[in-house]
């Protein structure tokens, strides 16, 4: 019923995107789940697709993001109890996730492809919400690490794979379902882990596998209320991985006291925290004093999806901008038929299918890595090279789209003000851009072939567009003149990176997207600024394929 004391009319307003598809809308990740080998999980990925998109995810993640987690230091009798609130939509999410097996599917299926399928589980999360994916990730990365120690796997890898969501704060015998967390970084150190302080003091003779007593502070740490977490912290032997189970084996609460929650920018719905241990009860993983060592294959895992969920993100914002565009008029036209409109939406466009190409390919490498060497060396420099370039393209992305809708993507009312705050996370977490950078040159140090595994995937489709040859030949040569300095690290990620996204693009997409992508990030002077796209590109069909709700 129309208000009678109304002044104007509602009208020219973009309907919600949601009611919709995100899998079957995105051709491009479609196509690359099916090519890297996930063709079997199309049905669960369809089915994921259909939840992330609609109308009651959209709100649980709303809610989610307004009522904040809340620390709860004391009981009301004064016991310390560390313990986090959160709102019912955020053990939702949560527990959608887990259900899913986003957090544990390659190690309960044994399928090849399987990390392909679970990529692609992850990057449609993104459409859901983004903070829940912190605790799921960990709780995936921590498997490999806890391996080391076939005992601690023996005891906590049946709860970390069990698809039930158990949010109860009890000893993790008694429950359903265990999520792992991570402990790391200090205050002097950030990224330097070795400038740790932590001391851990043996019980019983220690040595791995052993019980220990750890004293420190650690300034980072998501997730307080996992179950378990793994740490760094010093023996007489030097750096060393322990795990702190929340629960002390005699049924105590183990001493985890959560000074504060950090008040971030953004991943709001989810709890970070700074922690302290006072003679808190852990026990050893792996060798003594080979800590960053043994704890390398957990953050070898987070970064797959660090990469991966910047891909989701990107994705997320891309399909918002067009769909607003689409229903969106100014100057008499919808904005997606404005010329200067429709080139920044096909250049996102462009950014997005890449890095979901790229993401795909390296969860391939991971999945493959255990039964082909070449595969293994390509994941190893393949995961810092889309870690890098595609976190630092997510934040210029989504503000690109949330500029496309003006005032409206700046309000709080809609979902581009919170995309934008978790647009530059995923930089920062698991290694900054610089310690991403130079982790590609240590991997190019340390082993040649997987130097060699990324130039063969590249030589794939050599002699299929004159751009992308030069853009090999100019990697080649650096290779001869051996120019991999440290000042230079930055520049040979970025290299690796579109020259691994052109070489997908050039074998594997439609004909006007790899040529506005060769045209666009392989040509000097083009690429400065999104919407600098050359005339005589398919602009219209590069935005339709990446429109979110076909017409």
């Not at 740490?221 to 629960?247: E, H, I, K, Q, Y």
Request: hydrophobic fraction near 40%; include cysteine; proline fraction near 5%.
């Amino acid at each position: 019923m129309q208000d009678p004391g109304a002044t104007h009319e509602v009208f020219n307003q973009v309907p919600p995107l949601e009611g919709f598809n995100a899998f079957l809308g995105d051709p491009a990740l479609k196509e690359a789940v099916d090519r890297e080998g996930g063709g079997w999980g199309r049905e669960r990925l369809s089915a994921l697709g259909e939840w992330v998109a609609s109308s009651r995810t959209q709100e649980l993640a709303r809610l989610a993001n307004t009522w904040l987690p809340v620390l709860k230091t004391f009981d009301r009798y004064g016991n310390r109890i560390d313990e986090v609130e959160f709102h019912p939509a955020y053990h939702e999410l949560l527990g959608k996730a887990i259900a899913e097996e986003i957090h544990a599917l390659p190690f309960a299926d044994p399928r090849s492809g399987v990390y392909v399928v679970r990529a692609g589980l992850h990057f449609l999360y993104n459409f859901a919400e983004i903070g829940v994916l912190c605790p799921v990730t960990m709780t995936f990365a921590a498997v490999p690490t806890l391996r080391q120690q076939p005992e601690i796997a023996a005891e906590w890898e049946p709860r970390i794979v069990s698809d039930h969501y158990d949010p109860r704060f009890m000893p993790a015998p008694g429950k359903t379902g265990a999520q792992i967390g991570m402990a790391m970084t200090e205050k002097q150190g950030g990224s330097d882990v070795r400038a740790n302080t932590t001391r851990a003091v043996p019980l019983n003779g220690g040595g791995p596998g052993g019980e220990y007593l750890l004293t420190g502070h650690k300034w980072f740490c998501s997730a307080p209320m996992c179950d378990g977490f793994l740490t760094l912290a010093n023996t007489d032997a030097g750096l060393t991985c322990f795990f702190v189970p929340r629960w002390t084996p005699d049924g105590e609460r183990n001493v985890f006291l959560i000074q504060r929650l950090k008040d971030k920018l953004g991943n709001k719905s989810n709890a970070s925290s700074e922690i302290e241990y006072r003679d808190t009860w852990a026990r050893m993983v792996g060798e003594e004093g080979r800590g960053v060592r043994t704890i390398i294959e957990m953050v070898h895992h987070t970064r797959l999806d660090t990469g991966i969920s910047a891909a989701g993100i990107m994705r997320n914002a891309v399909a918002r901008a067009i769909h607003h565009a689409s229903h969106r008029s100014a100057f008499q036209k919808k904005l997606v038929d404005q010329p200067a409109m429709r080139r920044v939406l096909a250049d996102v466009a462009l950014e997005s299918e890449a890095s979901t190409a790229l993401a795909m390919r390296v969860a391939r490498a991971f999945d493959q890595g255990g039964k082909n060497e070449a595969e293994q060396a390509f994941a190893r420099i393949s995961v810092a090279v889309a870690k890098f370039w595609h976190c630092k393209r997510c934040p210029a992305l989504v503000a690109e789209a949330l500029e496309l809708h003006g005032g409206n993507g700046y309000v709080e009312t809609g979902e581009m003000a919170r995309l934008y705050r978790e647009a530059p996370l995923n930089g920062i977490w698991e290694g900054s851009g610089n310690v991403m950078a130079l982790d590609v040159l240590r991997a190019i140090a340390r082993d040649p072939t997987a130097l060699t595994a990324v130039m063969d995937e590249m030589e794939l489709a050599a002699g299929a567009d004159r751009r992308f040859d030069r853009h090999l030949e100019k990697l080649k040569q650096r290779i001869v003149d051996k120019r991999f300095s440290e000042s230079h690290a930055r520049q040979i990620a970025m290299e690796l990176a579109l020259g691994l996204q052109a070489s997908l693009l050039v074998r594997f997409a439609p004909g006007y997207v790899a040529d506005g992508f060769c045209a666009t990030r392989l040509e000097d002077g083009i690429g400065l600024a999104f919407g600098l796209l050359p005339d005589g590109l398919d602009e219209a069909a590069i935005v339709e394929r990446a429109r979110p709700m076909p017409d």
